[in-house]
């Protein structure tokens, strides 16, 4: 059943797209029935179920995603592939402006130090210490080695030239998970659920 509807005569224009107020017609957690919400470009960019919401005057557009518990609000704007899952955020999340934030929203991730992050990736063994990647078998990845994207994009699009990494669970490829680290100021997006970037750390093999 749905929460909210989108408010036909209430909209504004970004970046060439028509965005609706939101309203919802039903209520949960803390939100009211007939409480009006932020904007967002069409429904697929906020779900239905549990508690997600858009509030204030932010925006939410593009194949942006809020949904599970997420709470966008103030002046943010969410766009292009980001998906937001857990927490709340305020900030503007537009071209990676904020990279700590979207790892906390969309991956459950904290950063301890704010210079690297661990993540996972799955790879195919080869042999102790050494993995072949999913996509080219010709590129190893080895314990306590830096593995280096021979080529990568600088655009925000998740599947692009560069390294992958996510969290545990976002792989369903590759015969071994391995635990990485990775320098913040070598992301070059964080999009659809996974981290795109020019370098990482592989830090070894995660028992299963």
């Known amino acids: 059943?749905?929460?909210?509807k989108l408010i036909k005569k209430d909209t504004i224009?970004?970046?060439?797209?028509?965005?609706?107020?939101?309203?919802?017609?039903?209520?949960?957690?803390?939100?009211?029935?007939?409480?009006?919400?932020?904007?967002?470009?069409?429904?697929?960019?906020l779900g239905h179920e549990d508690g997600a919401w858009v509030s204030g005057d932010a925006?939410?557009?593009g194949n942006a995603q809020v949904y599970g518990n997420a709470q966008v609000y103030g002046n943010a704007s969410v766009?292009?592939?980001?998906?937001?899952?857990?927490?709340?955020t305020s900030e503007d999340l537009r071209d990676n402006q904020n990279v700590h934030e979207t790892l906390k929203n969309s991956l459950n991730i904290v950063s301890r130090d704010k210079l690297t992050v661990i993540l996972y990736k799955r790879v195919n063994k080869i042999s102790d210490g050494k993995y072949a990647s999913l996509h080219d078998d010709k590129f190893v990845y080895e314990d306590s080695q830096i593995a280096r994207a021979?080529?990568?994009?600088?655009?925000?699009?998740?599947c692009s030239n560069g390294l992958h990494c996510s969290?545990?669970?976002?792989?369903?490829?590759?015969?071994?998970?391995?635990?990485?680290s990775v320098q913040i100021e070598d992301i070059?997006?964080?999009?659809?659920?996974?981290?795109?970037?020019?370098?990482?750390?592989?830090?070894?093999?995660?028992?299963?």
């Open 167 to 180: 969290t545990p669970n976002y792989w369903d490829e590759g015969d071994t998970l391995i635990e990485v």
């Open 79 to 88: 766009c292009e592939e980001i998906h937001l899952m857990y927490g709340r």
């Open 59 to 61: 925006q939410v557009y």
């Open 1 to 4: 059943m749905k929460k909210y």
């Open 150 to 158: 021979i080529d990568y994009t600088r655009d925000m699009v998740s």
């Open 188 to 208: 070059i997006c964080v999009q659809a659920g996974k981290v795109r970037c020019k370098k990482l750390l592989v830090l070894g093999e995660v028992p299963e």
């Open 13 to 45: 224009q970004h970046s060439g797209s028509i965005l609706y107020r939101i309203q919802c017609i039903k209520q949960f957690g803390s939100v009211h029935e007939g409480e009006l919400g932020g904007y967002i470009e069409k429904e697929s960019n």
